[in-house]
């Protein structure tokens, strides 16, 4: 599979309220797709959260991440991370990707694959990863991982998607983000 695979994984005191737990922007060339998503809570009750992942108009103010690429010798990714939002970003409305309910409780998290190439995020696209949580206060660990798509999408969409629904999609049809 070509592309750069890298990790995204942090670890998030104190949530008490909705909070984006990570905001990804995709390189200018170079759109992402979201391959593996796990959090957990590590509270001693069992108090509901969901998770969700959405399209971002305007960033917000979050803390710089460096991202690790599973190949040391891979070259810096393009992609910009940032975890742990101080201002929150603002989702673009009806955007909403994915969503799930989960426990707060240690153990009782969410680990999610996801298809290759079935959340990409375009080229300098922002996308948000939440939790939307109102009950108790609790410490969260996400992971992501995630593969830059090394040619840009096309390169990938002819191999996977030929033909009209191709165009469409580097367009921004509505595969992608």
């Known amino acids: 599979m070509a592309g750069r695979v890298s990790v995204v994984q942090a670890t998030i005191a104190t949530v008490t309220t909705a909070k984006t737990l990570a905001q990804g922007t995709a390189g200018t060339n170079t759109p992402f797709s979201i391959e593996y998503l796990a959090v957990d809570g590590q509270s001693d009750t069992a108090d509901a959260m969901e998770i969700?992942?959405?399209r971002i108009t305007t960033g917000g103010t979050l803390t710089?991440?460096?991202?690790?690429?599973?190949d040391p010798g891979g070259g810096?990714?393009?992609?910009?991370?940032?975890?742990?939002?101080?201002v929150e970003p603002t989702y673009t409305a009806d955007t909403e990707l994915f969503r799930r309910s989960v426990s707060t409780q240690a153990g009782?998290?969410?680990?999610?694959?996801?298809?290759v190439g079935e959340l990409i995020v375009r080229g300098a696209a922002?996308?948000?990863?939440?939790?939307?949580?109102t009950v108790t206060s609790t410490t969260l660990t996400f992971t992501i991982v995630y593969r830059e798509w090394a040619y840009g999408p096309a390169l990938y969409c002819t191999s996977r998607r030929p033909g009209r629904a191709c165009a469409d999609r580097l367009r921004g049809g509505r595969e992608g983000v």
């Open 126 to 133: 922002l996308i948000g990863i939440k939790s939307n949580i």
């Open 76 to 86: 810096a990714a393009t992609a910009a991370w940032a975890t742990n939002a101080t």
């Open 52 to 54: 969700l992942i959405q």
């Open 108 to 115: 009782g998290g969410l680990q999610v694959t996801f298809p």
């Open 64 to 70: 710089a991440y460096t991202e690790r690429g599973w």
